[in-house]
Protein backbone atom coordinates (compact mmCIF):
# COMPACT_ATOMS: atom_id res chain seq x y z
CA UNK A 1 0.00 0.00 0.00
CA UNK A 2 1.09 3.31 -0.92
CA UNK A 3 0.34 4.81 2.59
CA UNK A 4 3.05 1.67 4.33
CA UNK A 5 5.79 3.05 1.63
CA UNK A 6 9.25 3.89 2.25
CA UNK A 7 9.21 6.96 1.06
CA UNK A 8 6.13 7.92 3.26
CA UNK A 9 8.27 6.20 6.28
CA UNK A 10 11.22 7.84 5.55
CA UNK A 11 9.40 11.45 5.04
CA UNK A 12 6.96 10.91 8.26
CA UNK A 13 10.41 9.65 10.32
CA UNK A 14 12.74 12.57 9.12
CA UNK A 15 11.31 15.13 7.97
CA UNK A 16 7.75 16.00 8.62
CA UNK A 17 4.80 14.88 10.72
CA UNK A 18 2.22 12.49 9.39
CA UNK A 19 -0.12 15.35 9.50
CA UNK A 20 1.75 17.46 7.02
CA UNK A 21 2.57 14.03 4.53
CA UNK A 22 -1.38 13.50 4.63
CA UNK A 23 -1.40 17.71 3.23
CA UNK A 24 1.53 17.58 0.63
CA UNK A 25 1.62 14.36 -0.87
CA UNK A 26 -2.57 12.80 -0.02
CA UNK A 27 -4.34 15.62 -0.25
CA UNK A 28 -2.15 17.56 -2.51
CA UNK A 29 -2.83 20.75 -0.76
CA UNK A 30 0.36 23.32 -0.15
CA UNK A 31 -0.25 23.79 3.47
CA UNK A 32 2.11 26.85 3.94
CA UNK A 33 2.75 26.07 7.53
CA UNK A 34 3.76 21.92 6.55
CA UNK A 35 6.15 23.71 4.22
CA UNK A 36 7.82 25.86 6.19
CA UNK A 37 8.58 23.21 8.36
CA UNK A 38 9.68 20.61 5.97
CA UNK A 39 11.95 23.31 4.73
CA UNK A 40 13.44 23.91 8.06
CA UNK A 41 13.81 20.21 8.84
CA UNK A 42 15.40 20.23 5.27
CA UNK A 43 17.70 23.02 5.92
CA UNK A 44 18.03 21.44 9.17
CA UNK A 45 20.06 18.57 7.81
CA UNK A 46 22.25 20.21 5.52
CA UNK A 47 23.76 22.90 8.49
CA UNK A 48 24.47 19.33 9.90
CA UNK A 49 26.33 17.77 7.14
CA UNK A 50 28.06 20.63 6.46
CA UNK A 51 29.17 21.13 9.97
CA UNK A 52 30.08 17.02 10.26
CA UNK A 53 31.57 16.45 6.59
CA UNK A 54 32.61 19.58 4.96
CA UNK A 55 35.77 19.81 6.33
CA UNK A 56 36.37 16.51 6.27
CA UNK A 57 35.96 15.86 2.63
CA UNK A 58 38.29 18.48 2.08
CA UNK A 59 41.09 16.73 4.28
CA UNK A 60 40.00 13.21 2.68
CA UNK A 61 41.03 14.94 -0.63
CA UNK A 62 44.05 16.40 0.18
CA UNK A 63 45.44 12.84 1.32
CA UNK A 64 44.19 11.16 -1.45
CA UNK A 65 45.65 13.17 -3.90
CA UNK A 66 48.68 13.83 -2.19
CA UNK A 67 48.55 17.51 -2.70
CA UNK A 68 46.80 20.58 -1.84
CA UNK A 69 47.62 23.01 -4.75
CA UNK A 70 45.12 25.48 -4.92
CA UNK A 71 44.49 25.96 -1.37
CA UNK A 72 44.88 29.15 -0.33
CA UNK A 73 46.73 29.71 3.63
CA UNK A 74 45.52 32.43 4.73
CA UNK A 75 41.83 30.94 3.90
CA UNK A 76 42.36 28.06 5.73
CA UNK A 77 43.89 29.88 8.87
CA UNK A 78 40.87 32.52 8.65
CA UNK A 79 38.73 28.86 9.11
CA UNK A 80 40.84 27.78 11.85
CA UNK A 81 40.24 31.14 14.06
CA UNK A 82 36.43 30.88 13.26
CA UNK A 83 35.97 27.10 14.15
CA UNK A 84 38.32 27.84 17.39
CA UNK A 85 35.91 30.90 18.38
CA UNK A 86 33.09 28.35 19.51
CA UNK A 87 35.14 26.23 21.23
CA UNK A 88 36.85 28.49 23.25
CA UNK A 89 33.75 30.00 23.90
CA UNK A 90 32.24 26.37 25.08
CA UNK A 91 34.96 26.62 27.42
CA UNK A 92 35.03 29.69 28.93
CA UNK A 93 30.95 29.66 30.12
CA UNK A 94 31.80 25.87 30.80
CA UNK A 95 29.27 23.99 28.81
CA UNK A 96 29.04 20.72 28.63
CA UNK A 97 31.79 18.49 26.35
CA UNK A 98 29.06 16.55 24.94
CA UNK A 99 27.52 20.32 23.65
CA UNK A 100 30.38 20.49 21.99
CA UNK A 101 32.58 17.44 20.89
CA UNK A 102 31.41 17.46 17.28
CA UNK A 103 33.08 21.14 17.17
CA UNK A 104 36.33 19.79 18.77
CA UNK A 105 36.51 17.55 15.54
CA UNK A 106 35.92 20.11 13.33
CA UNK A 107 38.63 22.06 14.90
CA UNK A 108 41.38 19.29 14.32
CA UNK A 109 40.12 18.35 10.74
CA UNK A 110 41.00 22.32 9.94
CA UNK A 111 44.15 21.90 11.69
CA UNK A 112 45.01 19.15 10.02
CA UNK A 113 44.73 21.09 6.56
CA UNK A 114 46.69 24.04 7.43
CA UNK A 115 49.30 21.54 8.43
CA UNK A 116 48.64 19.62 4.94
CA UNK A 117 49.09 22.74 3.29
CA UNK A 118 51.84 23.94 4.62
CA UNK A 119 53.69 20.28 4.31
CA UNK A 120 53.05 19.58 0.67
CA UNK A 121 54.61 22.98 0.29
CA UNK A 122 57.63 22.16 1.52
CA UNK A 123 57.68 23.99 4.93
CA UNK A 124 56.74 20.87 7.35
CA UNK A 125 58.68 22.28 9.97
CA UNK A 126 56.63 25.30 10.06
CA UNK A 127 53.22 23.22 9.96
CA UNK A 128 54.48 21.29 13.28
CA UNK A 129 55.86 24.02 14.71
CA UNK A 130 52.49 26.23 14.12
CA UNK A 131 50.44 23.25 15.17
CA UNK A 132 52.33 23.15 18.79
CA UNK A 133 51.44 27.01 18.85
CA UNK A 134 48.37 27.17 18.25
CA UNK A 135 48.02 24.05 20.83
CA UNK A 136 49.64 25.84 23.37
CA UNK A 137 47.40 29.11 22.79
CA UNK A 138 44.29 27.40 22.39
CA UNK A 139 45.24 25.40 26.29
CA UNK A 140 45.98 28.76 27.78
CA UNK A 141 43.04 30.32 26.46
CA UNK A 142 40.58 27.57 26.98
CA UNK A 143 41.30 27.68 30.78
CA UNK A 144 41.56 31.57 31.77
CA UNK A 145 40.05 33.38 28.66
CA UNK A 146 37.30 35.67 29.91
CA UNK A 147 33.74 35.40 29.13
CA UNK A 148 33.54 38.89 27.40
CA UNK A 149 36.69 38.16 25.74
CA UNK A 150 35.40 34.68 24.42
CA UNK A 151 31.62 36.22 23.32
CA UNK A 152 33.74 38.95 21.06
CA UNK A 153 35.33 35.95 19.71
CA UNK A 154 32.13 34.48 18.88
CA UNK A 155 30.63 37.48 17.46
CA UNK A 156 33.58 37.79 15.13
CA UNK A 157 33.84 34.27 13.84
CA UNK A 158 31.05 34.50 10.72
CA UNK A 159 33.39 38.07 9.64
CA UNK A 160 35.78 35.14 9.69
CA UNK A 161 34.41 32.61 7.77
CA UNK A 162 33.71 35.41 5.07
CA UNK A 163 37.21 36.53 4.56
CA UNK A 164 38.25 32.59 4.55
CA UNK A 165 35.77 32.17 1.17
CA UNK A 166 36.19 35.41 0.02
CA UNK A 167 40.29 34.70 0.01
CA UNK A 168 39.90 31.14 -1.53
CA UNK A 169 37.61 32.35 -4.55
CA UNK A 170 40.26 34.88 -5.10
CA UNK A 171 43.15 32.71 -5.30
CA UNK A 172 40.79 30.48 -7.53
CA UNK A 173 39.88 33.42 -9.55
CA UNK A 174 44.15 34.54 -9.71
CA UNK A 175 44.88 30.94 -10.56
CA UNK A 176 42.37 30.48 -12.80
CA UNK A 177 41.75 26.72 -11.15
CA UNK A 178 40.95 25.49 -7.92
CA UNK A 179 43.03 23.12 -7.15
CA UNK A 180 42.50 20.23 -5.02
CA UNK A 181 39.17 22.32 -3.15
CA UNK A 182 36.80 19.19 -2.48
CA UNK A 183 33.63 19.66 -4.66
CA UNK A 184 31.92 17.88 -2.20
CA UNK A 185 33.15 20.05 0.63
CA UNK A 186 32.27 23.54 -1.54
CA UNK A 187 29.01 22.16 -2.47
CA UNK A 188 28.18 20.46 1.50
CA UNK A 189 29.71 24.23 2.46
CA UNK A 190 27.23 26.11 0.29
CA UNK A 191 24.02 24.12 1.09
CA UNK A 192 24.55 24.69 4.88
CA UNK A 193 25.25 28.44 4.45
CA UNK A 194 21.99 28.54 2.67
CA UNK A 195 20.42 26.58 5.49
CA UNK A 196 21.56 29.12 7.94
CA UNK A 197 20.34 31.70 5.84
CA UNK A 198 16.86 30.61 5.38
CA UNK A 199 16.65 29.93 9.50
CA UNK A 200 18.07 33.09 9.90
CA UNK A 201 14.98 34.80 7.62
CA UNK A 202 12.63 32.43 9.80
CA UNK A 203 13.83 34.47 12.64
CA UNK A 204 13.91 38.35 13.98
CA UNK A 205 17.85 38.12 14.30
CA UNK A 206 19.96 41.31 13.73
CA UNK A 207 20.52 43.61 9.95
CA UNK A 208 24.30 42.88 10.42
CA UNK A 209 23.38 39.08 11.43
CA UNK A 210 20.93 38.16 8.00
CA UNK A 211 23.86 40.47 5.91
CA UNK A 212 26.77 38.29 7.10
CA UNK A 213 24.39 35.30 6.17
CA UNK A 214 23.72 36.63 3.34
CA UNK A 215 27.24 37.59 2.10
CA UNK A 216 28.37 33.94 2.91
CA UNK A 217 25.51 32.27 1.25
CA UNK A 218 26.77 34.23 -1.87
CA UNK A 219 30.09 33.41 -1.36
CA UNK A 220 29.69 29.54 -0.64
CA UNK A 221 27.78 29.94 -4.33
CA UNK A 222 30.39 31.59 -5.91
CA UNK A 223 32.80 28.84 -4.66
CA UNK A 224 30.49 26.07 -6.14
CA UNK A 225 30.38 27.88 -8.96
CA UNK A 226 34.11 28.00 -9.66
CA UNK A 227 34.92 24.18 -8.94
CA UNK A 228 31.83 22.95 -11.14
CA UNK A 229 33.66 25.45 -13.56
CA UNK A 230 37.04 24.34 -13.26
CA UNK A 231 36.03 20.39 -13.40
CA UNK A 232 33.84 20.40 -16.33
CA UNK A 233 37.26 22.42 -18.12
CA UNK A 234 39.30 19.86 -16.59
CA UNK A 235 37.06 17.22 -18.13
CA UNK A 236 36.60 19.01 -21.17
CA UNK A 237 40.88 19.03 -21.61
CA UNK A 238 41.13 15.42 -21.14
CA UNK A 239 38.53 14.76 -23.40
CA UNK A 240 40.43 16.53 -26.27
CA UNK A 241 43.95 15.35 -25.58
CA UNK A 242 42.39 12.24 -26.12
CA UNK A 243 40.82 12.65 -29.50
Known amino acids: MASSSPVR???????????????????????????????????????????????LSQLLKILWIGGAAGLSLTSALLQLYAFSCPVL?????????????????????????????????????????????????????GSWLPAAVASWMQTSSPAAL??????????NYCNEHTGQLSTLSVSLSCAGSLGVLFTSLQETGSFLST??????ACLSCVLLVQVLSSSRGSRDATKRKSE
Open 9 to 55: QFLVSFLMPEKCYEEIFVNVHMHVPCLKFLLNRTFGFWILLDSLLAQ
Open 89 to 141: YAAALNFPLFAWTERLFVLAQTAAIVFLILFHGGETLKGLLLLMVYAAVMLLL
Open 162 to 171: IASKALQART
Open 211 to 216: LSHILS
